[in-house]
């Protein structure tokens, strides 16, 4: 059975740090692994996708990697604003189903 | 597009009363997924479907039921709600389950009393 986690739970930075929200998951047979953002009170809102047979994606000031061998996945977020004040979720498709870690709760202060 | 809509944005109910939660979509999405989020246990997945008159257990299945009748819709039914199944519902769709991004709704707030 896959487990997804996310470390840490919780993180406050500065405004125009660089951070790093971190991913591991049990079963590296998965098909692909996506972050996700969570605004309070609302839906998920898809960030990044990478496939299992991709190493990274970039998006703007975001960039995912995978690495299926140690089971991690990073999400890096340069240059932070206070806008990106959310939670970011990490989830693994496998053959059966999708896991989602509990994710970080990410607060940028200005 | 309007994307995936769900329906109601908050439901109280009583225990032991049944209801029906709406999903819909309107990207012509084969994969389709229903899951719940409880606070610090992220989001499980409850119901899955490959396709019209295709549904199948996800990891937290019991005491809920769904149909695939039409590509476009994906309703969630709860046969005697209990207080253990308040919780926020998300609706989710893919192109395929494997390969392509999820696209999520807004939720739907449930308390049951």
């Known amino acids: 059975k896959q487990e997804v986690t996310q470390i840490p739970a919780a993180l406050s930075v500065p405004e125009g740090e660089n951070l790093v929200l971190n991913c591991s998951f049990t079963?590296?047979?998965?098909?692909?692994l996506q972050w996700f953002r969570q605004d309070p009170g609302k839906g998920l809102t898809s960030l990044l996708l990478?496939?299992?047979?991709?190493r990274e994606q970039t998006s703007g000031r975001l960039n995912a990697s995978l690495d299926k061998s140690s089971g991690r996945s990073t999400l890096y977020i340069a240059a932070s604003q206070p806008g990106d004040s959310a939670t970011y979720l990490c989830a693994s498709a496998n053959n059966n189903d999708m896991r989602f870690g509990a994710g970080t709760r990410l607060t940028v202060k200005p | 597009n309007a994307g995936v809509t769900q329906t109601p944005k908050f439901q109280v109910l009583k225990t032991g009363q049944s209801m029906t939660l709406q999903c819909a979509q309107d990207m012509n999405h084969e994969y389709m997924s229903w899951y719940r989020q409880d606070p610090g246990m992220g989001l499980r997945l409850i119901h899955y479907s490959v396709g019209a008159g295709i549904t199948d257990q996800g990891e937290v299945p019991n005491g809920y039921n769904v149909s695939r009748s039409t590509t476009e819709d994906f309703p969630l039914r709860l046969l005697s709600a209990a207080p253990s199944q308040t919780s926020v519902y998300f609706c989710?769709?893919?192109?395929?389950?494997?390969?392509?991004?999820?696209?999520f709704g807004p939720g739907t707030r449930l308390t049951v009393l």
């Open positions: 989710a769709s893919s192109y395929s389950r494997q390969y392509n991004e999820q696209f």
């Open positions: 079963d590296s047979a998965i098909y692909n």
């Open positions: 990478i496939q299992s047979s991709q």
